[in-house]
């Protein structure tokens, strides 16, 4: 039962413009969101996160959105860089003390230069 | 400070025999996580451990696997009897506390031949 989706296997987007990377979520107990971007060979590396309580988080290119109603969130890089390729996963938790995540089954972002 | 170590990077094993798969958390990190990717999936939660007790382990495979965290020394992910199926990267992380991100290691390739 997979309850964090990510339905777009793969994405191109041209160096500058914007990267939007989506997740839908199933479990209405997640109130804790992550992204995380992975190179291969590599582990996953925490990127940008939100609680439910805010519906926008901001980090320099990164910023998530969350709209609860639709269980959905968003990730938007602007403006994307070649150095962005990578697989990005999306991530829930439940802050209950379970502590364990659900990832979605990733995104291939390629930023063409 | 050193980021979280897995050990080996990469792991062969015939099927039947048993694989040890090592993970030392950040300093300071008291709180570890095993996950499991398979080709073309997202990670799996597997196993949350603390110093010397098991936590949740609701993702692990009832038979053959294990998993502990002892009082000195890094936390073990075991396999016994592995089998084709169990070829997979399988990823350690770790955090200070629960309600903190969690930070991943490299990852574990283990193949089964």
């Known amino acids: 039962d997979q309850q964090v989706k990510q339905n777009s296997p793969s994405l191109s987007v041209q160096e500058g413009r914007i990267s939007i990377l989506n997740c839908d979520y199933t479990n209405s107990m997640f109130d804790y969101f992550l992204w995380y971007k992975k190179y291969p060979a590599e582990g996953p590396t925490f990127l940008i996160s939100i609680s439910s309580i805010k519906d926008k988080n901001e980090d320099g290119r990164f910023t998530v959105f969350l709209n609860k109603s639709a269980k959905h969130l968003s990730l938007h890089i602007v403006p994307s860089q070649p150095g962005d390729s990578a697989v990005y996963f999306c991530?829930?938790?439940?802050?209950?003390?379970?502590?364990?995540?659900?990832f979605g089954t990733g995104t291939r972002l390629t930023v063409i230069p | 400070n050193a980021g979280v170590m897995q050990n080996p990077r990469h792991l062969v094993r015939r099927r039947g025999q048993e694989a040890r798969l090592r993970c030392s958390p950040m300093k300071g990190h008291s709180h570890v996580y095993w996950y499991r990717q398979l080709p073309e999936e997202g990670l799996k939660f597997m196993v949350y451990l603390q110093k010397e007790n098991i936590i949740d382990e609701s993702g692990m495979p009832k038979e053959r696997f294990s998993a502990e965290f002892p009082k000195e020394g890094p936390s073990i992910l075991r396999i016994q009897q592995v089998v084709r199926g169990d070829s997979a990267a399988y990823f350690c992380?770790?955090?200070?506390?629960?309600?903190?991100?969690?930070?991943f290691g490299p990852g574990t390739r283990l193949t089964v031949t």
């Open positions: 991530a829930a938790d439940r802050q209950t003390g379970a502590n364990n995540l659900f």
């Open positions: 992380a770790s955090s200070p506390s629960w309600d903190v991100g969690q930070y």
